[in-house]
């Protein structure tokens, strides 16, 4: 079993649409995780990072962690172009020490 | 100038050569990072580093080794290069918290 898990897509969405993007880790310990995009060809950029159980939301994003059942997720609203993207699921080890287990990431397609 | 640096940003070397990635920071952060990243598989952590006497083994270690020069400066080297080292290399930097790691914009490495 894989630790961190997503699908790897692609998620096909249309413009103005919500798109939710699924991840799952396999250490119950894990503290802090991040959500990640993407762009082909480019360096990974952090686009929110959440700790507690509950919904963060931050612009047109929110993130949503449930602890108990291992699973994070990342929800765009009002989807467009310009999110296409992959999006990498990255959870904290639970020693600590900001070392990042990333999943395989979901490509998202945003269509017109 | 960017955060992180990476050179080169592209390299073909031949099978068997020793090759040396390159990664400078102007972040002020202790902890930097080498991963690797393959399509299908994601990001894999290579080695680590939490402060210019402290280097750690990731997940994929194997065939690789690295100098931590200042704490500005982390070098991957590949001892020699193999062609299942082809890879997409990233170089990142974190502090503790919720900013996550700043990546470098990449060395592709093509191994012939």
């Known amino acids: 079993q894989k630790e961190v898990e997503q699908n790897s897509g692609p998620l096909s969405v249309p413009e103005g649409a919500i798109a939710s993007l699924n991840c799952t880790y396999s250490?119950?310990?894990?503290?802090?995780f991040f959500w990640y995009r993407q762009y082909s060809g480019k360096s990974p950029e952090l686009i929110m990072f959440?700790?507690?159980?509950g919904d963060k939301e931050d612009g047109r994003f929110t993130a949503q962690l449930n602890k108990a059942s291992q699973y994070v997720s990342l929800l765009i609203r009002d989807s467009q172009p310009s999110d296409s993207a992959t999006y990498l699921c990255?959870?904290?080890?639970?020693?600590?020490?900001?070392?990042?287990?990333f999943g395989t990431g979901t490509q998202l397609k945003v269509e017109l | 100038d960017a955060d992180v640096t990476q050179t080169p940003r592209n390299r073909i070397t031949k099978t068997g050569k020793r090759i040396m990635l390159e990664c400078s920071q102007t972040?002020?952060?202790?902890?930097m990072y080498w991963y690797r990243q393959d399509p299908g598989l994601g990001l894999r952590l290579i080695y680590y580093?939490?402060?210019?006497?402290?280097?750690n083994k990731g997940e994929i270690s194997d065939g690789y080794s690295v100098s931590r020069q200042a704490q500005a400066k982390f070098s991957l080297s590949l001892e020699s290069a193999i062609p299942n080292q082809t890879a997409l290399y990233f170089c990142?930097?974190?502090?503790?918290?919720?900013?996550?790691?700043?990546f470098g914009s990449g060395t592709r490495l093509t191994v012939v």
């Open positions: 990142a930097t974190s502090e503790k918290g919720e900013d996550g790691y700043t």
């Open positions: 250490d119950r310990g894990s503290q802090s």
């Open positions: 959440i700790y507690s159980n």
């Open positions: 990255a959870v904290e080890s639970p020693g600590g020490g900001n070392k990042l287990t």
């Open positions: 972040k002020g952060h202790d902890r």
């Open positions: 580093s939490f402060d210019v006497k402290d280097i």
